[in-house]
């Protein structure tokens, strides 16, 4: 047996060692998010693992707010990565208001609450 993590283990077990990696079909080609078991395009059970190439987009974003003495207001997104797969995150770097449907965006594994999570930043250039 390759590996007798569930897809949700070994998604989180990529991210505690600081990757993020994400399951691609062996059948269709096609990436996903969130892991499961069997491809949502085709219904392959045949999928590998891969690491994804940190890129990608806002694809919408919304504004939390807080107040300050809470940590004040933060964003929520959906971005959607290279591999063509969307996941919800928040842009870090900059006021929620700055965040912008469509803007470029860098994928990197960072810290909620303790726990390793996928985070993005504006990408630069």
Request: charged share 20%.
């Amino acid at each position: 047996m390759e590996n007798a993590l569930g897809p949700d283990a070994r998604f989180r077990e990529g991210l505690s060692n600081g990757q993020i990696n994400l399951p691609q079909c062996d059948e269709c080609g096609k990436s996903h998010f969130f892991p499961r078991v069997n491809c949502p395009h085709c219904g392959s059970t045949s999928l590998t693992w891969h690491r994804a190439a940190g890129t990608g987009e806002v694809h919408t974003t919304t504004t939390v707010r807080r107040r300050p003495e809470s940590g004040g207001d933060y964003n929520v997104s959906m971005v959607e990565l290279a591999e063509n797969v969307r996941m919800m995150s928040r842009v870090d770097g900059i006021a929620p208001a700055d965040v912008k449907i469509g803007m470029p965006i860098t994928v990197f594994v960072g810290d909620i609450d303790g726990n390793p999570a996928v985070l993005c930043k504006p990408a630069e250039g």
